[in-house]
Every structure is written in structure tokens, then in C-alpha cells.
């Protein structure tokens, strides 16, 4: 076990430096998961023997990191790939080679037909294979499948080294199942049971090899499953691939049920929605609070705080329910200790929590970690929001205690200085940035140096005048009449000095930050667009802001670059120095449209609907590369972005409930559309199921000459809608 804090340069990337095998980063990939086990898998649906995130995890383990399958020695050739539309499934459609023996054709090529079907569920890996022959005799074939489990930690995949292991546990193999092991320094015994139906011709620990016989036409299958284990907890019984597969399905129908559905006039934009809704759900895990959201795949395949919360308030007015797991799992990780080693403090909000043999051993301290200084004020944010679109007090009164100690430890916090919540790293192998942009050289002056901390980033502000005004307004309608008065207040006095500290005149700007001396970051950056999205600027300077962000320099015709191109350290294939987060650009786009900025809104509105239709399955990843736009060719993309990412993948929503311009309150029973417009490429938005307080709403808003003209389609309930023109 070891305690002694990475070298900074392995801290780079949001929470660990994350090594770019260039074997693995070029080849396309799949993926899969369900609650806390995913798969990275190339396009045949292969492990491939390369170094790279390939391999089926559980519990941020790799409990399988080879698995290929061979035809007579030979990789089948591709037919077709992909994923089924709700993500689900993956469906490989192979064929063989031409086949020689000295030197005749044995088998020739396309003759054979193998489909190849996967799914997880339930630390399950299920694989199903369909063999058809398309020859008119009888013939052999050799069918091959070749495995290893390393037992890994996702770290150590990522490229944070380990001085020293556990042990791997001698195999056990009978006729149709493997069993793989592995004790860790946690002392958890982690297993790797390989079963296979019908039992092969030939089985050992490292390959199983079926030799069969198809007549024309005839189709044979097999079913093979991996499941993982961790002692002691019992094995869970598999099931049939269609079982499976069934109950996944049958999870997500409950989950599409229950949500708003979006309808556009544009089939490119309808596909987008589907497929970022479809990528969300993916991500959700199951909890005994409900579902959470894992921040992305393949490195964020855990809870993280402030990923969670701005994922669910970007899907709040379509899926509200996500936002009531999310309020109610942070509330029940809530620092309650004042720790050094993970960065806890009485009401902050989690940053992560990994549940593998390196946090369990603490050689890491996701266990979890609490260095973050922006999801606190963010839980309190999806708080109020929540509460704005339901008016469900009953579960407003329970999260009441969390909210008040996040407000608590606000005030601690800000009562140390300047009343600005700041970050300074405690732990000994935390995060030296501790905001959303937590590169260790994100925060800067404009000399390149970094900023000494404590670090008051520009947003946090923002993000914590927003928290305290939706505090008071959780306050009132909970009865709490005399507290929401100096919540009020405090935003009030922290809008004036943040106005005061933050501006820089010379730049007609917000700094990135103020440094441990108080003294700005002078820095152009896309943080303060996020100061848009909280209201805490004057509409003034909203406008100043918002031009200066449509200058070339930060913006590069696809979405808002983290840094402007004239700083001295932007790089547009860095992490945070000069790329493009579309949810960074989609935080700014909706500040910019509350601000009645339409023009600038509907200009980033269209750059990230066209960049995502650059990418695979019009999947938004995590980030790609800030290069300024080439007509003709795509944005960039970034090599080990997460594809899906969860706060990516609610960018769409965000957006829309911009163009709507959806004003939610509850407590009146009532919901305002404050003079929705729809950009040219739109002609009309219908929404069905959109809930307000008890009621639910089908509405459609249809493009017009001087204003969009809305139509209630039908309501089941008695909230009214507002139109504002």
C-alpha cells in the first residue's frame, strides 16, 4: 500500500493523467454498459491483444482484457457493425476468409455467415455467435476463442503506475467453464468465470476451440458468458442471452416512459435527440436512490458530483426523476469529517467514488474524494430547479438538511476571505484544480504561470449566487420565511464584489480567476460564459461577454474554445487550454438566450448541431479539438475522449429547453414560454409529456414570420401554459 502523492505531470486530464496509446486511440470501438460494468470493444467485438482501455470492467476492474475470436486462425472479415439503437446491444456481422491447406481452398471465402451479439447485464458479459453456412456440402470449420484477464485497475489503464500488485490465482477449467483469479492487495478475491454452451471440442485456461460441422444452410449456435465476481459476495446465476438482453430492454422502455418526448421537423436533429437520450440512460446506474448518471466511457464509469448535477439540470425539464436520485445519492455522500486524504469537509459534495482494488488500498482517494469546489453550490442549484418544475415539498423537506449544509459549508468557506468559495488542495494525491477545468495547468495567469492557490475560479462564483437565491427560494416554500431573506442578501453582496474583484477593464472581460494574493488571472476564457447561465452579471456587461466570446479567438465555428488562441499556453489539442467541451459551449448558449441574446445563441446552437453530425452515430463526445473550422471537413476530434459522456450527451437538451425558453413555476401551477424562437433550420419542436407540478403537457411550437406561435396539443392535469411574446 502506498500513500505517496503522483508526480504532477500524471494529474493532468480531469482526475489522472490518461495515457494515448496510439494503436488503441485510431482504431473505432464499442461500447457497452449496464449500472457499473461496461466493455471497450473493437469493431468485430474483440478484446484485441494491444495496450489501450479494451476489456470488460466491473467495479473499475478489467476482469477480461483479451478476447479474440478466429476462424481457422484467421480474424473473420467484416460485414457490418454497430449498436442497436437504444445502445443496448452490439451486433457484429462477420464472414470468413478464404481458407487454405497446402495449397487448396479449404473453405471459400464468404461462404460462412457468423453473427456475433452482445449485451451486459448484472456483471454479466453475454455473447451470443450464430454460425451459418452458405455451401452446398458439408463442411468443417474451426472456431476459436482466446482469452486472458489481467484484473487491472481503470488507473492503471489510464497510465498511473503501481509499485506493486497482488497475485494472479492458478485456473480451474472443466468441460465448460473457466475460472480466473485474482487476490488483490485489498485481500478481495476478484474472479472471471468464462462459460460456454455447448461445451467446446477443446477448453483450457487461456482458449476454447469448437470444431464444427454445418450442413447447407444449417445454423448453429453458441452462448458464451463472462461473469465477474468479488468475494465474497455470491456469484449472480446468468441467463440466456434473449433474457437478457429482455430485461435491459425492458428497464429502459420504463426509463423512455416516463420521460418528455421531442419531436422536431428536422430528422438529423431527431436523431441527435435520440441518440443523446439513448447514450444518457446507458450511463445511468442504479442505485438505492434512484439513478445516477456515470460521468463517461471509458474512463468516468463512476459518480461524479459536479458531471451528475450538470447532466441532470440539463435534462431537468424533460426527465425530472434523474434529478431526484442524483439530490438523493450526493445527500447521502455528503462530508460529514474533516479529512485531509480525500478532501472532506462537513457538507461538501462527493467529486468521485471508485469502488477498485486501488482506492480500496488508497493508493488513490476516490473513496470517496471530495476535491471539488463547484458541486456543492450545484447541488444546491438542481435543489431549486427541481423544486421549480415539480413543487414536490414533501421531497423538497427531505433533502432540506443536505441543502443546508452545502449552504453551511459555503459560508464557512467564504467567510475565510472574501466571502469567494476558493480551493486549495489539502490531500497529499488530490487535484491541484479543483474546478470543472482540472488540468494542473488550466488555471493560469497570463504569463503561463499557475495560478497559486487558494483559487477563486470566475463560474464558482456564479455558480454559488445562484445556489444562495435558490436556497431561499427552497426556504420559503418550505415555511423557512426568515431564512431566505439573508440568503438573499448574501447573493447581493457577493454580486457587487464579484462585479468589483472580477472585471478587467483593460480586456472589457471576467478573469479566469483570483489567486491566492487576490490578484486576477487575466486570461480571456470560456468560464465566464458560464457566468451567463447564473444570472450573477449585469445585462450590460451579458452583452459585453457575449461578444467577446463570438471573436475568433474563442470561438472556432463548431462551439466556444476553453482558451483563447492569443494566450500564451492555448493549445487546441489540449484538454482545457483551446479545446471545445460542447457542454461548456451549451452552458454559455443558454446564459446568452436568458440574457434575450438570440442571435449569438442560435449562431452556437447551429455550430454544435453541425459538428455532431461529424461524428459517429451523431454521438456528442466529451471534448474534441478547438481548431478553427475548415468549410468542407469536420471538427477534430480528441483522441481519448469519452464517447458517450453524459453531460455531452444532455447538451441537446439544454439547447432545447433554450429555444423554448421554458420558465417553470410549480408553486403556481403554471409554465412560461418567454418568446421561444426556433433557429431557420427548424420549422417546428413538439414536446409531449412535459411535466409541471401534477401535470403533463403536450405542446408544439411552429415557426413564424415575427414570433413562434405555440399550440397546446393537450394537457392531463390543471397547470396552465404562458406564452410571452
Given at each position: 500500500?502506498?500513500?505517496?502523492?503522483?508526480?504532477?505531470?500524471?494529474?493532468?486530464?480531469?482526475?489522472?493523467?490518461?495515457?494515448?496509446?496510439?494503436?488503441?486511440?485510431?482504431?473505432?470501438?464499442?461500447?457497452?454498459?449496464?449500472?457499473?460494468?461496461?466493455?471497450?470493444?473493437?469493431?468485430?467485438?474483440?478484446?484485441?491483444?494491444?495496450?489501450?482501455?479494451?476489456?470488460?470492467?466491473?467495479?473499475?476492474?478489467?476482469?477480461?482484457?483479451?478476447?479474440?475470436?478466429?476462424?481457422?486462425?484467421?480474424?473473420?472479415?467484416?460485414?457490418?457493425?454497430?449498436?442497436?439503437?437504444?445502445?443496448?446491444?452490439?451486433?457484429?456481422?462477420?464472414?470468413?476468409?478464404?481458407?487454405?491447406?497446402?495449397?487448396?481452398?479449404?473453405?471459400?471465402?464468404?461462404?460462412?455467415?457468423?453473427?456475433?451479439?452482445?449485451?451486459?447485464?448484472?456483471?454479466?458479459?453475454?455473447?451470443?455467435?450464430?454460425?451459418?453456412?452458405?455451401?452446398?456440402?458439408?463442411?468443417?470449420?474451426?472456431?476459436?476463442?482466446?482469452?486472458?484477464a489481467d484484473f487491472v485497475d481503470v488507473f492503471e489503464v489510464r497510465g498511473h503506475p503501481r509499485p506493486r500488485r497482488g497475485e494472479l490465482l492458478p485456473p480451474r477449467v472443466d468441460a465448460r467453464t473457466v475460472r480466473l483469479g485474482y487476490r488483490g492487495l485489498d485481500g478481495v478475491v476478484r474472479t472471471t468465470t468464462l462459460t460456454f454452451d455447448p461445451p467446446p471440442a477443446r477448453l483450457d485456461a487461456d482458449g476454447a476451440e469448437y470444431r464444427l460441422t454445418l450442413a447447407p444452410r444449417e445454423r448453429l449456435e453458441i452462448a458464451v458468458v463472462i461473469?465477474?465476481?468479488?468475494?465474497?459476495?455470491?456469484?449472480?446465476?446468468?441467463?440466456?442471452?434473449?433474457?437478457?438482453?429482455?430485461?435491459?430492454?425492458?428497464?429502459?422502455?420504463?426509463?423512455?416512459?416516463?420521460?418528455?418526448?421531442?419531436?422536431?421537423?428536422?430528422?438529423?436533429?431527431?436523431?441527435?435527440?435520440?441518440?443523446?437520450?439513448?447514450?444518457?440512460?446507458?450511463?445511468?446506474?442504479?442505485?438505492?436512490?434512484?439513478?445516477?448518471?456515470?460521468?463517461?466511457?471509458?474512463?468516468?464509469?463512476?459518480?461524479?458530483?459536479?458531471?451528475?448535477?450538470?447532466?441532470?439540470?440539463?435534462?431537468?425539464?424533460?426527465?425530472?426523476?434523474?434529478?431526484?436520485?442524483?439530490?438523493?445519492?450526493?445527500?447521502?455522500?455528503?462530508?460529514?469529517?474533516?479529512?485531509?486524504?480525500?478532501?472532506?469537509?462537513?457538507?461538501?459534495?462527493?467529486?468521485?467514488?471508485?469502488?477498485?482494488?486501488?482506492?480500496?488500498?488508497?493508493?488513490?482517494?476516490?473513496?470517496?474524494?471530495?476535491?471539488?469546489?463547484?458541486?456543492?453550490?450545484?447541488?444546491?442549484?438542481?435543489?431549486?430547479?427541481?423544486?421549480?418544475?415539480?413543487?414536490?415539498?414533501?421531497?423538497?423537506?427531505?433533502?432540506?438538511?443536505?441543502?443546508?449544509?452545502?449552504?453551511a459549508w459555503m459560508e464557512r468557506t467564504g467567510a475565510q476571505g472574501s466571502g469567494y468559495l476558493a480551493y486549495m488542495r489539502r490531500s497529499p494525491c488530490g487535484l491541484a484544480n479543483q474546478g470543472w477545468k482540472d488540468s494542473h495547468d488550466a488555471v493560469m495567469h497570463a504569463d503561463g504561470t499557475p495560478a497559486e492557490p487558494p483559487i477563486a475560479l470566475a463560474e464558482v462564483q456564479g455558480y454559488q449566487y445562484a445556489a444562495l437565491r435558490g436556497a431561499a427560494v427552497l426556504a420559503e416554500i418550505l415555511g423557512r420565511y426568515e431564512e431566505a431573506a439573508p440568503?438573499?442578501?448574501?447573493?447581493?453582496?457577493?454580486?457587487?464584489?464579484?462585479?468589483?474583484?472580477?472585471?478587467?477593464?483593460?480586456?472589457?472581460?471576467?478573469?479566469?480567476?483570483?489567486?491566492?494574493?487576490?490578484?486576477?488571472?487575466?486570461?480571456?476564457?470560456?468560464?465566464?460564459?458560464?457566468?451567463?447561465?447564473?444570472?450573477?452579471?449585469?445585462?450590460?456587461?451579458?452583452?459585453?461577454?457575449?461578444?467577446?466570446?463570438?471573436?475568433?479567438?474563442m470561438w472556432s465555428g463548431w462551439g466556444v474554445r476553453t482558451l483563447s488562441s492569443r494566450e500564451r499556453l492555448y493549445n487546441p489539442m489540449s484538454y482545457h487550454n483551446g479545446s471545445v467541451w460542447p457542454h461548456d459551449t451549451a452552458l454559455a448558449a443558454a446564459g446568452m438566450r436568458a440574457y434575450g441574446l438570440t442571435s449569438p445563441f442560435i449562431t452556437l446552437l447551429t455550430g454544435l448541431f453541425e459538428s455532431v453530425l461529424q461524428f459517429e452515430n451523431l454521438r456528442m463526445p466529451e471534448l474534441f479539438c478547438g481548431f478553427t473550422r475548415v468549410p468542407g471537413h469536420g471538427p477534430t476530434r480528441y483522441p481519448v475522449a469519452c464517447a458517450p459522456q453524459a453531460w455531452a450527451a444532455g447538451v441537446v437538451f439544454q439547447l432545447i429547453a433554450a429555444v423554448l425558453a421554458l420558465h417553470p413555476e410549480a408553486a403556481d401551477n403554471q409554465l412560461t414560454l418567454a418568446r421561444p424562437t426556433l433557429p431557420p433550420w427548424l420549422t417546428w419542436i413538439e414536446v409531449r409529456g412535459l411535466r409541471i407540478a401534477k401535470s403533463r403537457l403536450a405542446l408544439r411550437v411552429t415557426q413564424g414570420t415575427d414570433s413562434a406561435a405555440v399550440e397546446l396539443l393537450a394537457r392531463d392535469g390543471d397547470a396552465e401554459l404562458v406564452v410571452r411574446r
Open positions: 500500500m502506498t500513500t505517496e502523492r503522483p508526480r504532477d505531470d500524471l494529474i493532468i486530464g480531469e482526475h489522472y493523467y490518461i495515457l494515448a496509446s496510439s494503436v488503441a486511440a485510431d482504431l473505432p470501438k464499442l461500447v457497452l454498459k449496464h449500472d457499473t460494468a461496461f466493455l471497450v470493444a473493437d469493431r468485430r467485438g474483440d478484446f484485441p491483444n494491444i495496450p489501450g482501455e479494451f476489456g470488460f470492467y466491473v467495479d473499475d476492474t478489467r476482469f477480461l482484457s483479451l478476447f479474440e475470436l478466429r476462424l481457422h486462425g484467421q480474424r473473420g472479415l467484416m460485414l457490418n457493425a454497430g449498436l442497436a439503437d437504444d445502445a443496448l446491444e452490439a451486433a457484429i456481422d462477420l464472414t470468413n476468409p478464404d481458407v487454405f491447406v497446402n495449397p487448396m481452398v479449404l473453405l471459400p471465402g464468404r461462404s460462412t455467415r457468423l453473427l456475433r451479439r452482445l449485451t451486459i447485464l448484472n456483471g454479466h458479459l453475454y455473447q451470443w455467435l450464430a454460425i451459418e453456412g452458405f455451401v452446398p456440402d458439408r463442411h468443417d470449420l474451426e472456431l476459436s476463442l482466446t482469452f486472458a461473469s465477474a465476481n468479488r468475494e465474497p459476495a455470491p456469484p449472480a446465476r446468468p441467463l440466456a442471452f434473449h433474457d437478457a438482453a429482455g430485461r435491459r430492454r425492458a428497464t429502459v422502455e420504463r426509463l423512455d416512459g416516463e420521460a418528455a418526448r421531442i419531436r422536431t421537423s428536422h430528422d438529423h436533429f431527431d436523431h441527435w435527440l435520440a441518440r443523446s437520450r439513448h447514450d444518457l440512460h446507458l450511463l445511468l446506474t442504479e442505485t438505492p436512490d434512484g439513478f445516477v448518471p456515470d460521468a463517461g466511457i471509458p474512463w468516468y464509469v463512476a459518480p461524479f458530483g459536479r458531471d451528475g448535477l450538470i447532466s441532470a439540470l440539463q435534462v431537468l425539464p424533460f426527465e425530472p426523476d434523474i434529478a431526484r436520485g442524483v439530490l438523493r445519492y450526493f445527500a447521502r455522500h455528503q462530508g460529514a469529517l474533516d479529512d485531509v486524504f480525500t478532501d472532506q469537509e462537513p457538507g461538501k459534495i462527493l467529486h468521485e467514488l471508485r469502488r477498485g482494488e486501488m482506492a480500496a488500498t488508497r493508493e488513490i482517494p476516490f473513496i470517496p474524494y471530495y476535491g471539488s469546489v463547484d458541486a456543492t453550490p450545484l447541488y444546491v442549484m438542481l435543489a431549486a430547479e427541481h423544486c421549480r418544475w415539480t413543487h414536490d415539498v414533501d421531497f423538497a423537506r427531505e433533502i432540506w438538511p443536505a441543502v443546508e449544509r452545502a449552504v440568503l438573499r442578501a448574501r447573493a447581493r453582496r457577493l454580486q457587487e464584489r464579484f462585479e468589483s474583484d472580477f472585471w478587467l477593464p483593460d480586456e472589457a472581460f471576467y478573469a479566469l480567476a483570483l489567486d491566492g494574493a487576490g490578484q486576477p488571472c487575466r486570461v480571456v476564457s470560456s468560464n465566464p460564459g458560464h457566468l451567463l447561465w447564473t444570472g450573477i452579471v449585469s445585462e450590460s456587461r451579458a452583452q459585453i461577454v457575449t461578444r467577446r466570446l463570438m471573436e475568433d479567438d
